[in-house]
C-alpha cells in the first residue's frame, strides 16, 4: 500500500498556471508507474497524465497535451503536474495515482490513490 498526499491546487484565472505535487511513502517508488487523473463535477474520473517508473516515458490525455507536463523526483519519491494555459474546462478535483505492473490509462488498473486537490479555473 501506498499513501500519496497531493499539493498545490487552489484557484486560478484562465491562462494561469499551477503546479500539482504527490508525495509518495513507497519504498520503491522508481517501480510505481505514476499517474494523475481528474474528475470535474457530474463527469467521469479522466486520465490526465503518466510517467514511467524512471520518468523516462511520459504520455498525455488529449485534452492536456501540449498544457501539462508530468515529471517524477524519484529522490524525493514525488511527482509533479505543471499546468500552464489553464481553461475553465481544466476545474476539477485532481488525483494522484499509482500502481506497480502497470502501464497504461485506466483508473481502475492503479490501486493506489490519493485524496485529491482541488483546481478552480475562473474567467
Known amino acids: 500500500q501506498v499513501q500519496l498526499v497531493e499539493s498545490g491546487g487552489g484557484p486560478v484565472q484562465v491562462g494561469g498556471s499551477l503546479r500539482l505535487s504527490c508525495a509518495a511513502s513507497?519504498?520503491?517508488?522508481?517501480?510505481?508507474?505514476m499517474a494523475w487523473f481528474r474528475q470535474a463535477p457530474g463527469k467521469e474520473r479522466e486520465f490526465v497524465a503518466r510517467?514511467?517508473?524512471?520518468?523516462?516515458?511520459?504520455f498525455y490525455g488529449d485534452s492536456v497535451k501540449g498544457r501539462f507536463t508530468m515529471s517524477r523526483d524519484n529522490a524525493k519519491k514525488t511527482v509533479y503536474l505543471q499546468m500552464n494555459n489553464l481553461k475553465l474546462e481544466d476545474t476539477a478535483v485532481y488525483y494522484c495515482?499509482?500502481?506497480?505492473?502497470?502501464?497504461?490509462?485506466?483508473?481502475?488498473?492503479?490501486?493506489?490513490w490519493g485524496q485529491g486537490t482541488q483546481v478552480t479555473v475562473s474567467s
Open positions: 513507497a519504498g520503491a517508488f522508481s517501480s510505481y508507474t
Open positions: 510517467t514511467s517508473g524512471s520518468g523516462g516515458l511520459t
Open positions: 495515482a499509482a500502481k506497480l505492473g502497470y502501464s497504461g490509462n485506466y483508473d481502475d488498473k492503479y490501486d493506489n
